[in-house]
């Protein structure tokens, strides 16, 4: 499929998309490297959750991201890998090298017992190792369930007794800034309570002193050099599963999405081709852990299926200091820099000369994830990090649905800060109101739906398609619901206004808490803020904002009434905060979420029973924020 090139050529391939869509992916899915072709491109039935891609298409993912390019790109660097300490070497890693190495970690995991559907568990820190280890995985078939290296042993248990795992890559230790994460003694808390894991391969990375337990316990380092570099991929079905990624849901088990070999692969390499505009010998970094699925999606498999060059970062965005991002920019010449709307707020706190000691001008396109970006934060990053050059590619997605959905094309569609702009195409999103009807117009609000499927659209929660079918396909039978609420303005642009969870109702109008934030953010003392409803004698809720400022404000009733006024002025007076509280830090997950349950509990005056924080970043700003409270 030839890549977008002008609107005009956006326009043409979603028409196509929508009016033909079997024929569209056909011609997208003819791009790769098939041992034998599909019978048919799509059947589904959401009102079942059903949904097959490419059935009978047989393939392995690795030879899409590793064999096929080695005849002409065998020795172009795949992987950068930037250290957690700047003072230590990076890493390139060529595609052959990237080959070898996953041909090897693959025969140590055979040589360990693991076949084609078993469960592998991933528990490591961002070195390379982890890369070779999932693709290694997907070589043999073997099922890799990553568990992001911050979660602690209680998610781990539940996360590996759920996918039964059979075993367990980790390392001694993780780096985090200046810190030394002792990851195998959190495997070994957490092994003690899963019974299904036979065998633990630890890494070595800080040269920590460990536990190793006989019989169950072996060094990765001793272990790849018994076994040969060779190792034939083994034959998928397009519909096998290639992994499973556990994301919160609103219930308190996690959820193990699953997703599939073959429409995973297209929609990944498709969606990060045609968003980034990714050219060749181009230097693209995003900065996700690839214990989330932005690490799977678009630093691995998108990247390498597409021959990319793929940057990986170890370590984090204040470290050692709060110019590190810019830093290995510099360094590396890169040309696609793709991060959370977090951390530029947390960046942007910083002095600006954190920033301009700094040549950016590699950078050609700049992206977020993960959140609503308030206006504000986006002319920051666009004008600071993109000199106002580059344009800013909003990707509205989720873990569910495995690779973007909307979201601008670099160069191509216009931009309006705040929105993620217009759908790729394949995509058919759908605006609903509180009663399931859909909002046909243009200038709506409403929840967001997707109307048919899409080929990396998850197809189950692993061991409970009910709660897939409950979660995702009972609110609005014959959609995909997504959970998030959104505008879609009078040029058909979507504006994600957040969870619909986080939808405050005052006095019978509907708001995002989103939409306030991002108003309360314009005032330039303004850092962060996080606003939340509380019950409200006469508005049914009032609104009530957490807010981090730059420094602490002197006289907080000042700042007070100039934030209400500014909120009024941008949103209607119907909008201001009916209390604000300052704070010096937001109750945050470690991807970056803020935990607004907590909040609400606080707004609400309820302290007694906050529920678990120790997935909290920092647990004890909650303290601060209980003490604190109006
Ligand atoms: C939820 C999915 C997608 C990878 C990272 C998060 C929110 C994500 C955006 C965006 C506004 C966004 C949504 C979505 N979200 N990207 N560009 N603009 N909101 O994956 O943890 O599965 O979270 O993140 O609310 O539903 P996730």
């Not at 945050?588 to 349950?597: A, D, L, P, Q, V």
């Amino acid at each position: 499929m030839e890549i977008i090139h002008s609107f005009a050529s956006y326009i043409d391939q979603y028409k196509r998309s929508i009016e033909n869509p079997e024929e569209f992916w056909t011609e997208v899915a003819n791009d790769f490297h098939w041992r034998k072709n599909w019978d048919s491109v799509l059947e589904w039935d959401f009102h079942k959750a059903e949904v097959q891609w490419f059935k009978d298409g047989k393939l392995n993912i690795t030879e899409n991201c590793l064999d096929r390019h080695l005849p002409t790109c065998a020795n172009q660097t795949a992987i950068i890998w930037e250290p957690n300490d700047p003072s230590e070497a990076s890493i390139h890693i060529t595609y052959q090298e990237l080959y070898v190495n996953v041909c090897r970690v693959a025969n140590m995991l055979k040589a360990n017992g693991i076949q084609k559907g078993d469960r592998v568990c991933i528990y490591m820190p961002m070195i390379p190792e982890v890369a070779y280890a999932m693709l290694a995985c997907a070589r043999i078939g073997a099922v890799h369930s990553v568990v992001f290296a911050g979660f602690s042993a209680g998610s781990l248990i539940d996360r590996i007794n759920d996918a039964g795992c059979k075993l367990v890559l980790t390392s001694d230790g993780a780096y985090r800034g200046d810190k030394v994460i002792g990851l195998k003694s959190i495997i070994d808390e957490a092994l003690e309570k899963c019974p299904t894991v036979e065998r633990v391969i630890v890494a070595k990375r800080t040269m920590s002193r460990v536990a190793m337990k006989p019989g169950r316990d072996v060094w990765w380092n001793d272990e790849v050099k018994k076994v040969t570099d060779s190792c034939a991929a083994e034959e998928m079905d397009a519909e096998d599963l290639l992994f499973i990624l556990y994301t919160s849901g609103s219930t308190g088990k996690p959820k193990g999405m699953v997703h599939t070999c073959g429409g995973y692969m297209v929609f990944t390499n498709y969606t990060f081709r045609t968003a980034f505009q990714y050219q060749e010998r181009q230097v693209y970094w995003c900065t996700a852990d690839v214990g989330w699925i932005t690490g799977h999606s678009y630093i691995l498999y998108g990247p390498l299926s597409a021959g990319a060059i793929t940057l990986m970062f170890e370590g984090i965005p204040s470290w050692p200091d709060m110019g590190r991002f810019w830093h290995v920019i510099e360094k590396h010449r890169v040309n696609i820099f793709y991060t959370a709307p977090t951390a530029i707020r947390s960046l942007e706190k910083a002095p600006l000369s954190f920033v301009k000691q700094y040549d950016l001008h590699s950078l050609k396109v700049l992206g977020t994830v993960g959140e609503p970006i308030n206006e504000e934060a986006w002319h920051w990053y666009h004008e600071n990090i993109g000199h106002g050059k580059c344009p800013v590619i909003d990707t509205w997605w989720q873990t569910e649905t495995g690779g973007f959905m909307i979201s601008p094309i670099a160069n191509i569609t216009k931009l309006k800060p705040a929105y993620a702009t217009l759908p790729l195409p394949g995509i058919q999103p759908a605006v609903m109101d509180e009663n399931g009807n859909e909002l046909l117009a243009n200038g709506v609000e409403g929840r967001l739906a997707i109307r048919f499927p899409w080929p990396s659209m998850a197809r189950t929660i692993y061991g409970d398609h009910q709660r897939f079918k409950d979660t995702y396909f009972s609110t609005f039978p014959g959609k995909y619901f997504t959970g998030d609420g959104c505008k879609r303005d009078d040029e058909g642009y979507y504006r994600i206004t957040g969870r619909v969870d986080d939808i405050i109702i005052v006095s019978g109008h509907n708001m995002g808490t989103a939409e306030i934030e991002s108003a309360i953010d314009e005032h330039s003392a303004v850092c962060e803020t996080a606003v939340v409803g509380y019950p409200h004698d006469i508005k049914g809720q009032g609104i009530y904002a957490y807010v981090i400022c730059y420094d602490r404000p002197h006289e907080e009733d000042k700042l007070r009434n100039e934030i209400r006024e500014l909120v009024a002025k941008i949103i209607g007076p119907i909008a201001k905060p009916d209390k604000i509280q300052f704070v010096s830090g937001l109750p945050k997950t470690r991807s970056g979420k803020i935990m607004r349950r907590i909040l609400r509990k606080v707004a609400e005056g309820d302290t007694s029973n906050l529920g678990d924080v120790t997935t909290l970043l920092d647990p004890s700003v909650v303290d601060e924020i209980k003490a604190g409270a109006i």
